[in-house]
């Protein structure tokens, strides 16, 4: 089969936007028209695409008396086969962990699912899922899938487009360039809710800088706001959402003058912001990471009351109430960073959802998924990434990580080495060593995304062709290749694993996923294809709840009798509130990491500092050492850092931090 189709061109593997590119001159990437960048536009970053990588791997390795040595591939496949059967041996199948990654293709986290579960294991996660937790949950709790709404060409139609927590110009420039900024020039309202002004800001018509933690507040006195000025959609309401009247009679109850102080706002301007967005005919809401801080932890991947959701839940009451939601121009994109992060969790590498988001507790998805492979999946969830890790060298004894660094996280490094070194066995998959590598029993050389053939996702459904542009190294191997080849060795995995290359593959998915049905992959050999039935609007009748209906739920930014919960007022405590930019699992944008401290110049006369002022930022029993540089943009109150810069302080829990020149 020739991989290569009718075009020299693959899918950048750098971001969730997934432009179109190819070689160029020397090792620059060259962009090619495509669904996301249909003028062929590259960023920065994607130019590099083709870039060498330092210390590619060429062989694989395993550990022997202490190092990793050089061996080859039957060796290695054995050391990870005798790891993999003496977990299950001792203690089950749920004594192994598989983790994959947005960098690996649909069919590669597909088969990876298949592996564990033909294995008798839903400990199957990847860690990428997690940047986006609280919004993927909201919309598959209420809408039905956990994905953006509509496409990013209908981002045109749209007549207010509300960025909240994203800085898309930066972080999806060629998106933002290629759909935002066109539909702002036609007359487009930009909407900017972010306590930092950054590159979107530039663009906006408004910018809202709420204090740090209160964009769900800010959203549910939006909602205030267009229900006061009767500008709700009455007649979308009544046709297509439950629990409209418990969510207006406590929205009601929303102390309004307390509620835009705690925010840190003004009135009038959240009134006018209220006002562009029940007056327009259609809204289109952009979430990035920066909305997961204001409800569970990014990386909380449990939720035991399932309505713990915080300002993504309240976004969705706002999209509702405006009936903005299953028409072009309207409704949520989730602006993804890495990758192929949609594809992972569409392809079922997760620990509660087969393949095409069934649940895993659902017998009829079982059945669907055992009546193709031949054997069913276990029906009680696996465990999330996140609490496998704090299980390793209990319960789990073995792990699997294809593409993926867990010994980089936002949690404390020392805690993440000794969970990784109380495994028995860790095979990590990867294109060179790394952090996670050094407690590796075996390394196995793998190729990189511009060396692969299969499919990706990005960040609006559009399921791409990836082509090999390049050769990979001698030695190295495609994940897809790696994982058939060890579930062909493994004892107990009795499903197929013969595939005659990743098209087979793709056309089983499609037989398992009810979303992924009737698509060709030789359909995909010039365009692109949205999940499902290449629809660019979900929900245009019916969501995909049991009764077609979408339900609006209680503000969860106050108590019980309507008071606004207490203002974090960080300047009555001498401290500032910080807040994280450029979260842990999203792609960084153009141009290097800029670790200096932001602070506002009122803030840093109060506090004595001067621009390039070597500074202490203290919070919890933590401390961090930087730079510091005055930015009008940063809200005042605020001290804005990189989470390169902040996690020690996220890990220690601070949220309102102390600068200190030194
Ligand atoms: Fe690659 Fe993303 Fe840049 Fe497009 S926007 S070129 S996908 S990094």
Redesign the pocket.
């Known amino acids: 089969m020739d991989e290569r189709g009718p075009t020299d061109a693959t899918v ?1 593997p ?6 179109h ?1 190819a070689p160029g001159d020397g090792d620059r990437a060259e962009g090619r028209a495509g669904p ?2 249909p003028e062929g536009r ?2 920065q ?2 130019v590099t ?1 083709f870039e060498g990588i330092d210390g590619r791997l060429t062989e694989p390795r395993v550990r022997e008396g202490g190092a990793l040595v050089s061996t080859g591939w039957s060796r290695a496949y054995e050391r990870v086969v005798e790891g993999i059967e003496a977990a299950v041996a001792a203690a089950g199948p749920d004594a192994v962990a598989f983790l994959g990654a947005p960098n690996s293709t649909n069919e590669e986290n597909y088969l990876l699912g298949k592996l564990a579960r033909t294995l008798g294991t839903n400990n199957v996660d990847n860690r990428a899922r997690h940047c986006h937790v609280s919004t993927a949950r909201a919309l598959a709790e209420r809408f039905g899938w956990p994905a953006t709404t509509g496409s990013l060409e209908g981002l045109s139609d749209a007549d207010v487009i509300l960025v909240v927590g994203a800085n898309p110009a930066a972080r ?4 933002f360039n290629s759909f935002v900024r066109p539909a702002v020039t036609d007359g487009t309202t930009l909407i900017h809710v972010d306590p930092v002004g950054n590159r979107t800001t530039r663009l906006a018509d408004v910018h809202l800088a709420p204090r740090p933690g209160t964009d769900a507040l800010v959203l549910d006195l939006l909602c205030e706001r267009v229900l006061d000025d009767g500008a709700a959609d009455e007649a979308f309401v009544e046709a297509r959402t439950n629990g409209f009247e418990d969510f207006a009679s406590e929205l009601g109850d929303l102390d309004d003058a307390a509620g835009v102080d705690a925010a840190g706002l003004d009135a009038d301007a959240l009134g006018r912001v209220g006002r562009l967005v029940g007056e327009a005919d259609r809204v289109a809401a952009i979430v990035g990471t920066g909305i997961e801080a204001n409800g569970e932890s990014a990386d909380d991947g449990d939720d035991d009351d399932g309505r713990d959701h915080g300002a993504a839940d309240s976004l969705l009451n706002l999209l509702l109430l405006t009936g903005n939601v299953g028409r072009r121009g309207s409704g949520l994109s989730v602006f993804r960073g890495p ?1 192929n992060e949609q594809g992972a969790i569409d392809a079922g590498c997760v620990p509660d959802r087969l393949p095409g988001h069934q649940p895993v507790t659902d017998p009829d998805a079982r059945a669907r998924v055992a009546a193709e492979w031949g054997v069913e999946p276990p029906a009680r969830p696996g465990t999330p990434a996140t609490d496998l890790l704090t299980e390793f060298g209990e319960s789990v004894r073995a792990a699997v990580v294809v593409g993926e660094n867990p010994a980089v996280s936002k949690r404390d490094p020392d805690w993440v080495r000794r969970r990784l070194g109380a495994l028995d066995h860790l095979t990590v998959v990867e294109l060179a060593e790394h952090e996670t590598t050094a407690y590796a029993d075996v390394v196995l050389p793998a190729a990189a995304g511009v060396e692969k053939v299969g499919t990706v996702t990005n960040l609006d459904r559009q399921i791409q062709r990836l082509r090999p542009v390049v050769d990979p190294p001698e030695g190295a191997r495609t994940d897809f290749r790696i994982l058939c080849d060890l579930a062909a060795r493994l004892s107990g995995v009795e499903a197929n694993f013969e595939y005659a290359g990743p098209a087979e593959v793709f056309a089983e998915l499609t037989r398992v996923a009810p979303t992924h049905a009737g698509v060709e992959y030789a359909d995909l050999a010039a365009g692109s294809y949205r999940w499902p039935a290449d629809e660019a609007v979900l929900y245009r009748d019916r969501f995909e709840t049991p009764d077609g209906r979408a339900p609006f739920v209680s503000p969860p930014t106050r108590s019980p009798g309507g008071a606004v919960e207490p203002d974090s007022d960080a300047d009555a405590r001498g401290g500032l509130d910080l807040v994280v930019g450029g979260r842990a699992g999203e ?1 960084d944008g153009d141009g290097p990491t800029d670790r200096r401290l932001r602070v506002h110049p009122t803030d840093a006369e109060r506090i004595g500092v001067e621009p390039g002022d070597s500074v202490a930022v203290s919070g919890g029993d933590c401390s961090v050492e930087t730079t510091a540089t005055l930015d009008g943009s940063v809200r005042q109150g605020t001290a804005f850092l990189h989470a390169a810069v902040a996690d020690p302080l996220v890990r220690a829990g601070a949220s309102t931090v102390r600068v200190e020149p030194f």
Do not use: R
């Open positions: 950048c750098l971001c969730a936007v997934g432009c590119l996301a960048n590259l960023c970053k994607g695409a999806q420039p060629v998106a990758p792609a």
